[in-house]
């Protein structure tokens, strides 16, 4: 079946500093790819998506390519800030009606 | 505009009760879901609906019942509750065509039971 897998963290960096979360997949076809954030206290919300090979998504700053060849899907920012402090989903959607969700990656920036 | 709306927002229950999470939407979108949150494990699917008057078991279902009567409305239901089912519960809903990943989530229940 339909699997994503995402480093386990918790990740702590320091303000400023590069952000790199990996993500891999596996599903039969061709799934769309999406990072979600969850902010402490909130709901999921959309952070970036590609729906095809070599799309890359974008949004806030943060950059994620998706490379059929690795059924890679990391996410990248060059420069975290405190406010970026979350945890980020990586997910998939293979043409059902549902998402298959990663397990979540906390993320702590320090000042 | 409030997008998904989720009522209540923290819940005590003791071993045996029953409750309903009620999960508003007004983005007149076609798909609902009901996931589960809890350490380590991510977001599982509980159940989720694609229409008004269907729903469908999703990954963990066993003691959960759900209903979708109005098309904005996606009730989860616990009708004797165990202490395995502490947990954040969130619900979500999606446009219905070519945008079926993108999903928007209320803020969470957060339930206790005892």
């Known amino acids: 079946g339909d699997s994503v897998t995402q480093m386990e963290g918790p990740v702590t960096l320091s303000e400023e500093a590069f952000l790199t979360i990996n993500c891999t997949y596996t599903a039969t076809g061709y799934p769309s790819l999406f990072w979600y954030v969850q902010y402490p206290g909130e709901g999921l919300q959309l952070l970036l998506k590609a729906t095809k090979a070599d799309d890359k998504g974008s949004n806030k700053g943060f950059e994620a390519t998706y490379r059929k060849e690795t059924t890679s899907f990391h996410l990248e920012k060059g420069s975290v800030q405190v406010s970026d402090s979350a945890v980020y989903f990586c997910?998939?959607?293979?043409?059902?009606?549902?998402?298959?969700f990663g397990k979540g990656t906390k993320l702590s920036v320090i000042p | 505009n409030a997008g998904v709306t989720q009522t209540p927002k923290f819940r005590v229950l003791k071993t045996g009760q029953s409750m309903t999470l009620l999960c508003a939407q007004d983005?007149?979108?076609?798909?609902m879901y009901w996931y589960r949150q809890d350490p380590g494990m991510g977001l599982r699917l509980i159940h989720y609906?694609?229409?008004?008057?269907?729903?469908a078991k999703g990954e963990v279902p066993d003691g959960y019942n759900v209903s979708r009567l109005k098309k904005q409305n996606f009730l989860l239901g616990l009708e004797s509750a165990a202490p395995s089912q502490t947990s954040v519960y969130f619900c979500?809903?999606?446009?219905?065509?070519?945008?079926?990943?993108?999903?928007?989530f209320g803020e969470g229940s957060r339930l206790t039971v005892l």
């Open positions: 979500a809903s999606s446009q219905r065509h070519g945008t079926v990943g993108e999903l928007f």
């Open positions: 609906s694609v229409g008004e008057g269907t729903t």
């Open positions: 997910a998939l959607w293979a043409g059902s009606y549902q998402l298959t």
């Open positions: 983005m007149n979108h076609e798909y």
